[in-house]
């Protein structure tokens, strides 16, 4: 299973780091998705780090101020998550999939049940 942890409320313009834990699961094997689902609305992807070498995709939202890293050692994928504004407000989730280099959320394999993350303005 996957478990993500660090979501909590912050002010406009600060920041969080989200972690993902491979529990029975390599992470290193694995493409590695964040999604993100705010009140009311559907389910957005975030962020896309393929497995390998590969370059990692982010969303238009949030590219320049989203990174995602691994730390293989510790099985765990980080999100690292600054300027804040309340539109980053949403529960956040991390998805894997063994097969290929994308992340479609369609069509991966596990799934966390998420962490909440609040943007206060």
């Known amino acids: 299973q996957l478990v993500e942890s660090g979501g909590g409320f912050v002010q406009s313009g600060g920041s969080l780091r989200l972690s993902c834990v491979g529990d029975?699961?390599?992470?290193?094997?694995?493409?590695i998705a964040w999604f993100r689902q705010a009140p009311g609305k559907g389910r957005e992807g975030v962020s896309c780090?393929?497995?390998?070498?590969?370059?990692?995709y982010y969303e238009d939202a949030v590219k320049g101020r989203f990174t995602t890293s691994r730390a293989d050692a510790e099985n765990t994928v980080y999100l690292q998550a600054h300027s804040l504004t309340p539109e980053d407000t949403a529960v956040y989730y991390c998805?894997?999939?063994?097969?290929?280099?994308?992340?479609?959320?369609?069509?991966?394999?596990?799934w966390g049940k998420g962490t909440l993350v609040i943007v206060s303005s």
């Open positions: 780090t393929p497995k390998g070498d590969g370059e990692i």
């Open positions: 029975g699961i390599p992470l290193s094997y694995n493409n």
């Open positions: 998805a894997t999939r063994s097969r290929g280099d994308r992340c479609p959320p369609n069509d991966m394999d596990h």
